[in-house]
């Protein structure tokens, strides 16, 4: 983003000018990276501080992808599992590691591997299906936590969170704020594995990897996380409370000392583009507070 562009953004926002912690700003974002390039949407221009977030965004009315995980953001589904419920004994005893795996800390302890055991570790477990784990992307030191629901289809394929449409629409909502997995966020899912025909994760699923995010949390310790869609929300604060009723505000995450946003999922925002308002008014939230960082 030029310095003009950037300046035009916060002068939107009501901002002065702000920076990320500058002992975790590895660069400054550029413009989102296409991950799936068959599903490439074109860039929105570089001057538009509301890439398809604002609301008149050009997005409205785009089909949603074949691929993409559902709209969980309104659908009504069972009860989010409770995540103070003990991990089952599967997620505690791994297995054995997988053939050509890097071999996972011996007697494993999720609570004290580092990042790269613990991302051995989660390619031990059962995949459930799905093709291989997805354990995240971005900024491991960074103070912003993205976290998504699960996988989908080009996720499963591709081993990495948020890249399909929905993802493209999220990379370009944390560009108007001048964030990016390139840079300065990280990104993961409540669960690391595809759930089959792109289901909502259940109680078992989300039990399972769990750990993996709990421990992801405790290794990064961000200043902020950031909940997309219903799923994400629910479980990280431990609420049956509608996305709707979530979104808006800052919450606290009832485990540690941190903040959680809801805001919607981007599959829904492309299915929904009259709430992108209220989903810009989420960015400009998350950029006040990481203003505040
Ligand atoms: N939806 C999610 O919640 N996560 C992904 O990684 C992709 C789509």
């Known amino acids: 983003m030029t310095p003009d562009a950037r300046k035009r953004l916060l002068d939107g926002l009501g901002l002065v000018d702000w920076r990320m912690r500058p002992d975790r700003l590895a660069a400054a974002p550029t413009a989102p990276a296409d991950h799936a390039p068959a599903l490439r949407e074109p860039a929105p221009p570089a001057t538009d501080p509301q890439p398809d977030v604002a609301p008149a965004a050009s ?15 309104t659908q009504t589904v069972a009860p989010n599992p ?9 997620a505690q005893a791994p297995a054995e590691p997988a053939q050509g795996a890097a071999a996972p800390a011996q007697g494993s302890d999720v609570s004290r591997m580092d990042w790269d055991e613990l991302e051995a570790w989660l390619a031990t477990r059962d995949h459930r299906g799905a093709s291989r784990p997805v354990f995240g992307i971005g900024a491991r030191d960074a103070d912003v936590l993205i976290v998504g629901e699960a996988p989908g289809a080009n996720e499963d394929a591709q081993g990495v969170p948020f890249v399909g449409r929905a993802g493209k629409l999220l990379d370009r909502m944390l560009f108007a ?34 750990p993996v995010l709990e421990r992801q949390i405790e290794l990064m310790d961000p200043k902020l996380v950031v909940a997309v869609g219903r799923v994400a929300a629910q479980t990280l604060l431990d609420s049956t409370q509608s996305l709707g009723k979530l979104r808006g505000t800052l919450h606290r995450y009832p485990r540690r000392e941190l903040d959680v946003l809801v805001t919607y999922h981007p599959a829904f925002l492309l299915r929904s583009p009259g709430q992108k ?6 960015l400009k939230q998350i950029a006040r507070r990481i203003a505040s960082a």
């Open 177 to 210: 704020i001048g964030c990016s997995r390139d840079t300065n966020v990280y990104i993961t899912n409540i669960c690391k594995f595809r759930p089959p025909n792109n289901r909502d994760p259940n109680a078992d699923e989300v039990a399972a990897d769990w």
């Open 277 to 282: 308002a209220k989903a810009w008014a989420d």
């Open 82 to 90: 409770s995540v103070d419920a003990p991990a089952p004994a599967a």
């Open 59 to 73: 997005a409205v009315g785009e089909p949603a992808a074949a691929t993409a995980a559902p709209d969980h953001d």
